[in-house]
């Protein structure tokens, strides 16, 4: 098979209108750029997105959430993302908020085929509502189902051919569990090389995980919150 895509335009002619996609990263560190702004280009509509975050108003996912290209998103931490807000509030946009840890569980459990969990993060609040409860050793805990996704967008350093990836330090955050949790899971690396050029030992996501890979271009790797100290 061979994975590479020539570009993020034929990865997101593969998205269906209505499909669920995980996207990695967090905050805006090692996000999926490129596949982003090809999805937002290309108009696909009616998506379900599963990220700890939404982005920002004009970068990341946030400009599908600008275009109402996302019908309901899955999240941790939405915080900075003010157009993400108002459609909340509005009633336009479905959202279903998980705890951070809760949520990479989720995923994890997804990608290595277990049925559920159960985790005291929640309990006795609203995150608790209509699941499952049970006490164990005296510790009240609540049941979390599996996370599940059509495609995983992933965004790794370098990447071979075969669809092996390493990620640069903090920018591996979501992105490998990702990749497991998905049927398919494209891949865009800054660095595409040939099979054997990536030493085994450093593998974070085996190929098995990745079914398409390309290389991405033009990174601007922002910042999300710039502070700098007054002089």
């Known amino acids: 098979m061979n994975k590479v895509l020539q570009s993020a335009q034929e990865a ?14 967090f905050g805006l560190c090692g996000i999926p750029e490129n596949l982003i702004k090809a999805l937002h280009e ?4 009616n998506l379900t997105v599963i990220s700890n975050n939404a982005g920002i108003d004009d970068f990341g996912i946030g400009i599908l959430l600008r275009s109402r290209q996302v019908k309901k998103m899955i999240a941790s931490y939405v ?6 807000e108002r459609q909340f509030i509005a009633g336009e946009l479905e959202v279903d908020l998980v705890p951070q840890g809760t949520l990479a569980e989720r995923i994890r459990a997804g990608g290595a085929g277990i049925g559920g ?24 805990y609540v049941f979390e189902q599996p996370l599940h996704a059509h495609f995983a967008f992933v965004k790794a350093w370098r990447g071979d051919r075969k669809g092996n990836l390493v990620y640069h330090r903090t920018a591996r955050n979501f ?13 865009e690396v800054e660095e595409l090389v040939e099979p054997g050029e990536i030493d085994a030992d450093a593998v974070v996501t085996p190929g098995i995980f990745v079914q398409y890979i390309l290389q991405g271009t033009g990174y601007e790797k ?10």
């Not at 915080?79 to 993400?84: D, P, Y």
């Not at 969990?117 to 009240?140: H, L, M, N, Q």
């Open 42 to 45: 290309r108009g696909t509509k």
């Open 117 to 140: 969990f159960f985790t005291p993060t929640g309990f006795g609040t609203k995150v608790a509502e209509d699941k499952e409860t049970r006490v164990i050793d005296g510790r009240s």
């Open 12 to 25: 997101v002619a593969l998205i269906p209108d209505g499909a669920t996609i995980m996207m990695g990263g």
């Open 79 to 84: 915080g900075e993302n003010k157009e993400f």
């Open 175 to 187: 992105n490998p569990m990702m990749a497991t949790a998905a049927k398919v899971t494209i891949a």
């Open 222 to 231: 922002r910042i999300e919150k710039r502070t700098v100290r007054s002089a």
